[in-house]
Structure formats: structure tokens, C-alpha cells
């Protein structure tokens, strides 16, 4: 429901009308592409600019920078929660150099993101134009990019939603803990949540399979997690964030257009010769 609302709340800012019901099923269907797909969270973003396209017909730049623009908004509590999970860790002195280097690292690479966000939007755009994958009226798409870039009320607005995801993220890793006997500090399930995303990010296999479960696990222990519980809590969470997350995904986008959106993305790919891909 927060990543809906947050998705209807930045398109209607530059005059594209969506359904709370509709934006429910772009995130499901998101998150279902992404977790059959070795797409690295890409693909699911990909898919849901196809929904939104195929159901509202609004240009597709515009809807390309509305998710980007609302995937930044993220970025904001990623930084926050890392930064005071890192903080807890060092006063403690219960979390070793790599977890603070692996942790450290993203952090500096989000940062110069949010601060050069629109220049590299601005890039992506004209590159998918030159590759024949949309059309853009540079004028309107790069307005309508610096509109969203200086609503300060926006993002701000973006911002606490994608801070609700994430603490409810990191109360659901932890409640998993309590349910297999393992009681850490939470701030240690603060910095589980922030390094399952990066491993996220780097898995190429099909939703992450394999890899996803092998780095969650090996970040547990290395959080203080016996083996048994790391390997408990890994296949509680993969079972809630995989299995369940991709079954009801598949159903709801299916039954609201879903097909109708892949169906976009194979014609697109089509006429740009990348069909393979």
C-alpha cells in the first residue's frame, strides 16, 4: 500500500491519473518480474513502467522519471538507517571492519546519486531514445523532471513513505529473529536489512536465487547469528519475500493487465532488436 500510494501520489504531481488498485498491482508486478527474472530489481522496474504505460497511455518518459524519481526517495532513509546502524555498531564494538566497509561503500555510492540524480536521468533518457526504446520531447520530459527535482513538499512526502517500507523492512527481519530464539540488538537487523539489498542488487541469478539465500545467511552469522538460526531466519524471509511476494504478484497483475504489459515490453524489444535480451 506504501509503494502504491507513493507512486500515485508522484505521477499525479506531473498530471498522470492512476488507481490506488492499478499502482497495487504495478508493485506487485514488479516484484514478481524481478523475482523470476535475473534482472538484479531492474526488470521488476522496467515492467512497471509498462503497467502504468498500458493502463494511463501517458508518455512513457514522464513515467520512466516519475519511478526513478520515487526510487530516489529511498535513498534518503537507505543513507539514515545505515549511518545510525553504523554508529550503533561502532559504540558497541560488536561488528567487525567489513560489515562498516560493506555497509560504507553503498552509502557513498547513493550519495553522489541523490546529489547528480537528474544529470544521470537526463542521460538515460536520451540514451533510450537513441536506442529506439521511447520517444521524448526533450522539452517536456526534461521539464517535467526538474519540476519533480525542486517540490521540496514531494519529496519530502516521497521520503517519509519510503522510510514507513523500510522500517516496517527491518521490523519484519526482526520479528523473524525473535521467532527462531535469536535476540540481537536491532540495530544489527538495521544493518541485515541495508546488506540484503546490496546483495540483492548483485545477484544474476532469477530473483536472486541461490545467491540471495547463500549472502543472507553468511551476513547473519557474520552479525552473530548461530548457523541453524541464520539458516532458520533465511528460509523464514525467502518463504515471505520470494515465494509468497511472487504468488500473489503473479496473480493480481495477471488478472489486472499484467499480460497486457508484457505484451508491450516483447513488441518494444522487438522493433529494437534486442529480443534476446
Known amino acids: 500500500m506504501l509503494y502504491a500510494l507513493r507512486l500515485k ?3 499525479k504531481h506531473i498530471g498522470i491519473e492512476i488507481s490506488i488498485f492499478d499502482a497495487i ?3 506487485l508486478l514488479t516484484v514478481t518480474v524481478n523475482n523470476l527474472t535475473p534482472s538484479a530489481k531492474t526488470g521488476g522496474e522496467v515492467a512497471r ?3 502504468v504505460y498500458a493502463k494511463t497511455k501517458a508518455s512513457l518518459a514522464n513515467i520512466v522519471t516519475a519511478i526513478a ?49 537528474d544529470k544521470f536521468m537526463e542521460y538515460a533518457l536520451r540514451k533510450s531514445e537513441e536506442l529506439g526504446f521511447m520517444m521524448i520531447n526533450e522539452q517536456e520530459e526534461l521539464a517535467s523532471l526538474r519540476k519533480m527535482t ?6 519530502i512526502i516521497a521520503v517519509m513513505l519510503s522510510t514507513f517500507v523500510w522500517i516496517l523492512d527491518i521490523i519484519r527481519l526482526y520479528v523473524i529473529g525473535l ?6 540488538p536491532f540495530f544489527r537487523f538495521m544493518l541485515l536489512s541495508i546488506l540484503y539489498l546490496i546483495i540483492g542488487l548483485f545477484a544474476i541469478t532469477p530473483g536472486g536465487l541461490g545467491i540471495v539465500e547463500g549472502g543472507l545467511a553468511a551476513v547473519l552469522v557474520a552479525l552473530g547469528a548461530p548457523a541453524n538460526k541464520a539458516i532458520a531466519i533465511t ?13 500473489t504478484g503473479g496473480i493480481v497483475a495477471t ?11 516483447r513488441s518494444r524489444w522487438r522493433r529494437t532488436g534486442s529480443t534476446q535480451k
Not at 179 to 184: T, Y
Not at 235 to 247: D, K, P, V
Not at 255 to 265: D, F, I, S, V
Open 235 to 247: 528460509i523464514i524471509e525467502r518463504l515471505i519475500s520470494y515465494g509468497i511476494a511472487t504468488l
Open 49 to 51: 513502467a509498462a503497467y
Open 255 to 265: 488478472l489486472t493487465g499484467g499480460w497486457q504489459a508484457w505484451k508491450l515490453l
Open 25 to 27: 498491482a504495478a508493485h
Open 179 to 184: 521467532s527462531v530464539g535469536w535476540r540481537a
Open 9 to 11: 501520489i508522484v505521477l
Open 69 to 117: 524519481f520515487e526510487r530516489l526517495s529511498e535513498a534518503f532513509p537507505v543513507t539514515a538507517l545505515a549511518l545510525i546502524a553504523l554508529y550503533a555498531a561502532l559504540i558497541s564494538h560488536s561488528v567487525n571492519v567489513y560489515i562498516v566497509a560493506a555497509v560504507m561503500l553503498p552509502v557513498i555510492g547513493i550519495i553522489v546519486g541523490i546529489k547528480y540524480w
Open 150 to 155: 525542486r517540490n521540496y513538499t514531494l519529496l
